[in-house]
């Protein structure tokens, strides 16, 4: 939302959630409480993630595999 400034980890899984395929099967109405579900949901129950691709933001086999993670899990509670 206008300003309402994300950091580059929010971000990054954001865009690797739609790159992916992510939200294919998420109705269009319901993509930015999705994304502001997604982001809450990472903050409390993978900041060390977040904390990390902010440290270091790259694109790596492992920033990858964590943010996959963080969506699948994130998608398995259904809570957007």
Not at 35 to 41: D, G, I, M
Not at 46 to 53: F, H, R, S
Not at 77 to 80: A, I, L, R, S, V
């Given at each position: 939302?206008?300003?309402?400034?994300?950091?580059?980890?929010?971000?990054?899984?954001?865009?690797?959630?739609?790159?992916?395929?992510?939200?294919?099967?998420?109705?269009?109405?319901?993509?930015?409480?999705f994304?502001?579900?997604?982001?809450?949901?990472a903050?409390?129950n993978?900041?060390?993630?977040?904390?990390?691709?902010n440290?270091?933001?790259?694109?790596?086999?492992?920033?990858?595999?964590?943010?996959?993670?963080?969506?699948?899990?994130?998608?398995k509670?259904?809570?957007?």
């Open positions: 939302k206008q300003y309402q400034p994300l950091t580059v980890a929010e971000m990054a899984l954001t865009l690797f959630a739609v790159n992916e395929g992510f939200l294919d099967d998420v109705p269009v109405n319901k993509i930015v409480d994304e502001t579900s997604l982001h809450a949901f903050r409390a993978n900041k060390a993630v977040l904390d990390g691709i440290a270091k933001p790259e694109y790596s086999d492992t920033a990858v595999a964590d943010m996959k993670n963080v969506i699948e899990a994130f998608k509670t259904g809570t957007y």
